[in-house]
């Protein structure tokens, strides 16, 4: 954590703001930086999921996604595609 927010609450609230009902604080874009402005959001609990060290990522779309984030657009379930990734599927088949 970042000294100025760990020597004085009333900085961090300052920065961060009241906590939003449902959310939880989440270091955010690099999970392995500090506790300190420019590196936490607030965060939804399936926004917390999606950005765990040990998420599966692969590229869908033009853009990095969880293995669980392409099942849901997809309706299937995280299991189940991830299951078929695990067995060398192609995301394209195993999304079909």
Known sequence: ???????????FLADMGERPVG?????????DGH?????????TNREQQ??????VLIEHGGQ????TQVAREYGIRPS???GRIR??????RATS
């Open 64 to 67: 990095m996604k969880t293995c």
């Open 23 to 31: 959310m939880t604080l989440d270091r955010f874009p690099d999970t």
């Open 1 to 11: 954590m970042c000294d100025r927010w760990r020597n004085d609450f009333s900085t």
């Open 50 to 55: 999606n950005n765990r060290r040990n998420n």
């Open 35 to 43: 506790y300190e402005p420019g590196n936490c959001r607030w965060a």
């Open 87 to 92: 067995r060398g599927w192609s995301v394209e």
């Open 80 to 82: 189940v595609f991830i």
